[in-house]
């Protein structure tokens, strides 16, 4: 499987073309299969907008994603995303939205039933599988978010942000906890984050981002053997590099202002 953006740029406009905001500007990059992508960047550089446009949410303005080959269409099951704030349904309990993507897809209600459960042993909440969302720490909500998601086997994940709202211990945790899913699953990632040190703990290759509109300005291939030692000073090279790339970014808004 091969993920292309080719030339993906994205302006929105407001009432008057002077109230234009120029999001992205020619993004292009191409993903193999099973690679752990992270991309960072300034706040406001377009991040999730380059999500939304992989996932059908959004349109671009110029460009194609392309999907082997293929123009990919608005709405493709072909792509499952994970958001920061878990978007569950509160009145649906822990099996009920793991299993909510099959029910939708129309299969039968012991066959998803026992497909969520098995689900919901692999990370870790049995348990809960009859608790609402607001009975469950943060931890464990974006564990039913990532199983909701994986249930109906994407072939790219898209996460945005999904443990930015977490406790640093807890972070760490889930950090470990998706490695370990994407090792024995294989899927292709591409994930957000405005944390250095998480980037480059999880990823295969990060993808810095200019501050707006968001343009490829650092490409980093994270060539450490797993686990990885985050206080490695291999690590610590690579974190040094990209917080200086920011930095240069920072100033020039500075400068701007």
Known sequence: MTLELL???????????????HALDH????IESGRFVGIIGPSGCGKTTLLRIIAGLEKASEGKVLLDGKEMLQGSETVGMVFQEYALFPWRTTLQNIEMGLEIRGVDKEKRRLTAMEYIKQFGLSGFENRYP?????GMKQRVAIARTLIMNPRVVLMDEPFGSLDSQTRNGMQEFLL???????????FVTHNVDEAVFLSDEIVVLSRRPGRII???????????????????????DILRVLEVEMKKEERER
């Not at 993004?27 to 191409?30: A, H, L, M, Q």
């Not at 370990?180 to 591409?190: A, F």
């Open 218 to 240: 650092k490409r980093v291939e994270v060539n450490i053997p797993r686990p990885r030692d985050r206080t490695s000073e291999e690590c610590n090279r690579i974190r040094r």
């Open 134 to 138: 607001r009975e469950l720490s943060g």
């Open 7 to 21: 030339g993906l740029s994205k302006t929105f406009y407001g009432a008057n073309e002077s109230e234009a905001v």
């Open 27 to 30: 993004i292009e990059y191409r």
């Open 180 to 190: 370990k899913i994407w090792q024995e699953r294989g899927d292709t990632i591409i």
